[in-house]
Every structure is written in structure tokens, then in C-alpha cells.
């Protein structure tokens, strides 16, 4: 019995390390969903994980994931996949792109340098968002990975001219011109909190910093957290706490349309995706106009409550105007099957955003690395087990929508 019993007891050697302790029990995008809760103080994490008012297109981008279902085939030597494609004509290890996410700094001190670090190792283009807490410059200087600069239409266009000549400077290869924000959405999470940026050190705050010691231990000893593009600029670069939808609706502008496109191309010379499209009519005008890229988007369910589940839009737009733009497929991606149905379905590639916050939070850089290699092992690991040997096998006949009611 005592043979046995030694020939059966192990000992899980004991991890010093916190961050790789939280890590190890991380086996989803979900899990570390759940330990961003904990580590982060309510406002923040309400921040990162919200949409807008009953937060129904933001549940719905995910359904739609569950909806869709495999049809794998067998038998079909899969010793080997290739889970790489290509993106604007330059090679990605696996089809996804870093989608921009603004304020990073408020869930970890680094904020976007770890997160483009991160991309860099993995492969794959980082896209840094204008309202960023690290500058142009400042990603630049610690990633030569593939870097796209996310641009809002601010009314002071000497101010965007600017932003894309930095831009282009620190070479960033394309522009991703979101396109949905003419307001701000209404982020009843926000609303009720009374959330600001940066957060306002409050009694509230206090409380709840005291339950989360980590993050504001961070958070106090860093440095102040501001609009890095537009630091000393006349728009305000949010050194003072403002509420998010009183800042864009007053420096964004409203009137941004199809005219402004030709704006774009006269002052950059590199590829322009635009962001937020979610409807075939509009997908058929961006070819028009001879964008490189749509990304199609309803801003992560930010936005407009009500807008269409994103992955819904792919096939239609695909059959669209496949042949002349690359499909982007933003929203809703948990895990790496999701990528592979988007890319079944019409989508060149996929952008993820909470995902990779949710892993800033749970450990920092560290975590931004986990989510990007489950994702990259959930994709190949799909890839065999429906059967498909590279991107190029997955078609629309890999998939079908559950009908309703199974």
C-alpha cells in the first residue's frame, strides 16, 4: 500500500510568484474576466466590461458566437495546420489584431506599452487608440511590432493632421478611422457610478481602494494619468477628471461623412480601415471609396444598444464586397473557435479588446501574454478538430446557425 501510495502522491510544487499563481488558474478569457473583478475597484472594472444602457448588443455579440455552430469534417491528415494569413498584404501569426482600447493606465501602471510589447511577441498588430495614456511616441519606442494608430475626427483637424504625421514618423503602417462615435453612447455603468477620468479620489474611491489595495497602490505611486496624444493641446488633455461623454461631445465631431474620407487619404499615405461600419449599404460605400479595410464594429456594444451582432454582418458584407476590401470582424471574441468562425464565415481577421484587458488586470503584461496564446492555441487547436489544415480550408461550409429554439 505504501508503494502505491508514493507511486501516486505529488506534490504541486508552490508558485512564489502572485501574478503566475493567478494566472495558472486561469483557464479562459472568462476566468481572467473574474479575476479583473476582484482586483479592480468597481468603477474601473465597470469601465472595461460595460456597453451601453440595457447592455443588450453587448450580450448579443457573444451569443451570436454561441449560436454558430461547427460542422467538422474527419479524416483529414491534420498532423500539420498553418495558423497564419496575411493582413494588408504583411504576414499575421494567427488571424487577429489588438483592437484600440482607451485610458489602459487605469487598469495597470504600464497600460499600452505592455499591451504593444505583448502584440509584438505574439505577431500581431497593436492598434493604439487616440484617447491613449501612452503617446505615440512612447509605444513606438518599446515595440518595432506592427503598429496601427486609431483615429477619432476631432473638430481641431489641424490636431488630427498632426497625430498622423507623429504617426507616420514613428512607423505606424495604417490609420483605423472609427466612425460610430458622433455622440458618446449612454454607459449606464458609468452613469451610476458616477465614473470619471482619471477616477476621482473620493470617499467611494477610498472604500472601495482599500478592498483593492493592489490596484491603488499602482495607481497612487504612478504617474498622473492624462491624454498622452494631446498633452498641451487646447482641447484638454484630461489631466482634470471629466466625464468621458462631456469630453468627446464636445471635441469629436458630429459632422464627419463620406467627404471626409478624401480628407484621410490627402494626409496619409498608408492603408485606412474604418471602424464601426455595420451595415452591408455602408460596407459597399467604404469600397467606394477605396478603403483598404473595414473593421466591422458596433463599438464592443458601447454605443448604440440595439445595433447588430457583429459576427451576423460578416457573411452578407463578405458576399458584398469581399473581393475588393478585408473584413474585419470586432466584437465579442472569447476564445480562439471564435476567430475561426469569423474567418469561416468571410472575415480576414478579428480584433479583440476586453480580452486582453481583462488579462492587463489579472497580471499586468503577463497576462496580456496568456490571453494571446490561448487565443493562438484555441485557433490551431480548432483548426484540427474541424479538420482544417490552415486559414485558407475555412469556408462558410465549416459552419451553420443553430436554428432557433435548439
Not at 3 to 28: G, H, I
Not at 86 to 101: E, I, K, S, Y
Amino acid at each position: 500500500m505504501l508503494r502505491t501510495l508514493r507511486s501516486v502522491m505529488r506534490f504541486r510544487r508552490f508558485e512564489r510568484d502572485p501574478v503566475l499563481r493567478r494566472l495558472a488558474r486561469a483557464a479562459s478569457v472568462e476566468d481572467l474576466r473574474r479575476i479583473a473583478r476582484r482586483r479592480l475597484p468597481g468603477g474601473v472594472f465597470d469601465y472595461i466590461d460595460g456597453g451601453a444602457e440595457d447592455e443588450r448588443t453587448l450580450r448579443r455579440n457573444a451569443a451570436a458566437f454561441e449560436a454558430l455552430e461547427f460542422r467538422p469534417r474527419v479524416l483529414r491528415d491534420v498532423a500539420k495546420v498553418d495558423t497564419t494569413t496575411t493582413l494588408l498584404g504583411r504576414p499575421l501569426d494567427f488571424p487577429l489584431v489588438l483592437a484600440p482600447t482607451g485610458f489602459s493606465r487605469i487598469v495597470d501602471p504600464e497600460g499600452e506599452l505592455a499591451v504593444a510589447r505583448a502584440a509584438e511577441r505574439a505577431g500581431l498588430p497593436y492598434t493604439l487608440s487616440t484617447l491613449s495614456t501612452r503617446s505615440i511616441e512612447e509605444v513606438a519606442a518599446v515595440s518595432r511590432g506592427r503598429k496601427w494608430f486609431q483615429v477619432y475626427a476631432w473638430r481641431d483637424r489641424e490636431l488630427v493632421k498632426e497625430m498622423l504625421e507623429r504617426a507616420e514618423t514613428w512607423g505606424y503602417e495604417a490609420i483605423l478611422v472609427t466612425v460610430d462615435t458622433a455622440v458618446l453612447g449612454r454607459r449606464e455603468r458609468d452613469i451610476r457610478r458616477g465614473f470619471t477620468l482619471p477616477p476621482k479620489i473620493g470617499l467611494e474611491t477610498l472604500l472601495s481602494g482599500a478592498l483593492h489595495p493592489g490596484w491603488t497602490w499602482d495607481f497612487v505611486r504612478g504617474e498622473p494619468i492624462a491624454f498622452a496624444n494631446v498633452v498641451g493641446k487646447s482641447v484638454g488633455d484630461g489631466g482634470d477628471a471629466v466625464k468621458l461623454s462631456d469630453y468627446i461631445n464636445s471635441q469629436f465631431d458630429p459632422g464627419l461623412s463620406w467627404r471626409d474620407i478624401e480628407w484621410f487619404r490627402e494626409h496619409w499615405k498608408g492603408p485606412i480601415i474604418l471602424k464601426g461600419v455595420q451595415t452591408v449599404a455602408d460596407a459597399e460605400l467604404a469600397a467606394e471609396a477605396g478603403v483598404e479595410a473595414i473593421a466591422l464594429s458596433n463599438h464592443g456594444g458601447r454605443q448604440l444598444d440595439g445595433a447588430p451582432p457583429v459576427l451576423e454582418l460578416v457573411a452578407p458584407v463578405a458576399d458584398a464586397v469581399g473581393d475588393r476590401v478585408e473584413i474585419i470582424c470586432d466584437g465579442g471574441i472569447r476564445r480562439g473557435s471564435d476567430l475561426v468562425k469569423a474567418v469561416a464565415l468571410g472575415a480576414r481577421a478579428c480584433m479583440a479588446g476586453r480580452a486582453y484587458l481583462y488579462g492587463l488586470a489579472a497580471g499586468g503584461e503577463r497576462g496580456v501574454d496568456h490571453v494571446l496564446e490561448h487565443l493562438r492555441e484555441g485557433f490551431e487547436r480548432t483548426l484540427v478538430l474541424t479538420g482544417s489544415r490552415s486559414v485558407d480550408d475555412l469556408s462558410a461550409d465549416l459552419v451553420r446557425w443553430r436554428p432557433a429554439g435548439d
